[in-house]
T-cell receptor, first 113, second 112 residues
Framework: SQTIHQWPATLVQPVGSPLSLECTVE??????LYWYRQAAGRGLQLLFY??????ISSEVPQNLSASRPQDRQFILSSKKLLLSDSGFYLC????????????FGSGTRLTVV | QQQVKQSPQSLIVQKGGISIINCAYE??????FPWYQQFPGKGPALLIA?????SEKKEGRFTISFNKSAKQFSLHIMDSQPGDSATYFC???????????FGTGTRLKVLA
């Protein structure tokens, strides 16, 4: 069966520090991968999505970047965190063909102080 | 045109009652409409989904009603239970795209 792993679960980082969040998927090949951010009590904002290794589409201009160095690995990064980067970050995957919805990871709660 | 409008923002229902959450869209190219359930501190989980070739889909106590002409769809939770207390998101996507457009979420509280 397919599983998605996201870590760390919580993170407290100072303003100006770098960020690296990792997401991996097991049990499937060629998934579509997504990074979402959810502000407290708010909806889901799509940040990046990827349909293949090295292919990244950015939805919102911001202080973050994403990379996909391997088929089932998706990384969210920042060189210098801002207070406004705080939030709940969710990785998700979906099959490449057909329509079966997303499967989300358990999320990373990031607090920038 | 890419938006999905969800209402209400919050909902309080008595145990055993019916919870109804509504979503509306403009893009007639949307052809897949999932609902997600999210508990605090967790990622959203796919609850139920519908395609526009049917007007209703039922899974247990959860039913999606779909009105293609009105471009609206809704989630009905029958016999609502305290364990259903969560945030619910509707979403929509169209063939050939890789993205889902999410509604803003409804926070449901079921009173015991």
């Amino acid at each position: 069966s397919q599983t998605i792993h996201q870590w760390p679960a919580t993170l407290v980082q100072p303003v100006g520090s770098p960020l690296s969040l990792e997401c991996t998927v097991e049990g499937t090949s060629n998934p579509n991968l997504y990074w979402y951010r959810q502000a407290a009590g708010r909806g889901l904002q799509l940040l990046f999505y990827s349909v293949g290794i090295g292919q990244i589409s950015s939805e919102v201009p911001q202080n973050l970047s994403a990379s996909r160095p391997q088929d089932r690995q998706f990384i969210l990064s920042s060189k210098k965190l801002l207070l406004s980067d705080s939030g709940f970050y969710l990785c998700a995957w979906s099959v490449r063909t057909g329509r079966y919805g997303y499967t989300f990871g358990s999320g990373t709660r990031l607090t920038v102080v | 045109q890419q938006q999905v409008k969800q209402s209400p923002q919050s909902l309080i229902v008595q145990k055993g009652g019916i919870s109804i959450i509504n979503c509306a869209y403009e893009n007639t190219a949307f052809d897949y409409f999932p609902w997600y359930q999210q508990f605090p501190g967790k990622g959203p989980a796919l609850l139920i989904a519908i395609r526009p070739d049917v007007s209703e889909k039922k899974e247990g106590r959860f039913t999606i009603s779909f009105n293609k002409s009105a471009k609206q769809f809704s989630l009905h939770i029958m016999d609502s239970q305290p364990g259903d207390s969560a945030t619910y998101f509707c979403a929509a996507s169209s063939s050939g795209t890789y993205k889902y457009i999410f509604g803003t979420g409804t926070r449901l509280k079921v009173l015991a």
